[in-house]
């Protein structure tokens, strides 16, 4: 599971390459043509490295509630033994 400074670092991360983006679709209306063409090229990688941190942090929120939901049973089976309650299967 990742820590909360990795998730910090994510968050930030991935509000970073927003902003890039963001700048870099400005440039690419550039009246220098270099410019507007650099912009371009770059602007392909950023959206494709913003894509990716959005996939990364997806996932590690799912791998935490994942894990969160794979504790939780453990505790409530563990309070039910506690207080001497029993599954039992009856037909109607």
């Not at 670092?9 to 927003?18: G, K, N």
């Not at 994942?66 to 309070?79: C, G, I, N």
Request: aromatic share 4%.
């Amino acid at each position: 599971m990742s820590s909360a400074e990795d998730i910090k670092f994510l968050q930030s991360a991935l509000e970073s390459s927003r902003y890039l983006v963001r700048d870099l679709k400005v440039l690419s209306g550039s009246e220098n043509p270099l410019v507007g063409e650099f912009s371009i090229e770059m602007l392909n990688k950023a959206v494709g490295l913003s894509d990716l941190l959005n996939r990364v942090s997806a996932a590690t929120i799912a791998l935490g509630a994942a894990h969160e939901d794979m504790v939780m049973p453990s505790t409530e089976k563990a309070t039910k033994s506690d207080t001497g309650a029993h599954d039992t299967f009856s037909p109607s």
